[in-house]
């Protein structure tokens, strides 16, 4: 069995000595995996429901900065989770490959569609194409981090003959995990 631990960065678990401790004694104790919460922006109110917290708030506020690969030496390290509609492959992909070459081939991609309408609209994006700007970014990180150079046509993302660096350091990619209603799957 693996487990992991979530939330990292996210209230009493933000401050940099406790995340500190947190990831050292993690990986000390053998879990397999970090996991730090992602959110681009969180309208405030907002009317959409977190579906995980039973008042339908985000747990611990909207403060929620990212670990350093630099704490820890085995533990993997995970997004958890990164809303993928809400960024463009491009970046994603040097961003992720980049941790995974830092963490020496640690990094776990978790991604969602998102449930927040409100932060869509404060992004400019239509909530309802979500779905198929998930699958289109996934088939676009796979190409770019496949392909050199990369070419890529969908409706939502574009890119001819780029260029992007570095590559994963784990073969085949960053393993991307899904988050569906609280779970990680495979995708």
Known sequence: MKIGMVSLGIGPFSAPDVMTHVACTAERCGFESLWAPDHAAIPDPHQSKCPYTPDGE???????????????SKIKL???????????????????????LISGGRMILGI???????????????????????????QALRVLWREDPSTFGGTHFNFERIRSFPKPVQGGGVPILNGAEGLLVPY
Not at 58 to 72: E, R, S
Not at 80 to 89: A, D, N, T, V
Not at 119 to 135: M, S, V, Y
């Open 78 to 100: 995970g997004t958890g989770i990164m809303i993928l509609p809400q960024r463009h492959p491009l970046y994603v992909a040097k961003e992720v490959a980049t941790l995974d």
């Open 112 to 138: 969602g569609s998102g449930w927040c309408a409100e932060e869509f609209a404060a992004l400019g994006l239509d909530f309802h194409q979500r779905g198929k700007r998930t699958d289109e970014a996934l």
């Open 58 to 72: 985000i747990p611990g506020g909207p403060n929620a900065p990212l670990f350093v690969a630099g704490l820890t």
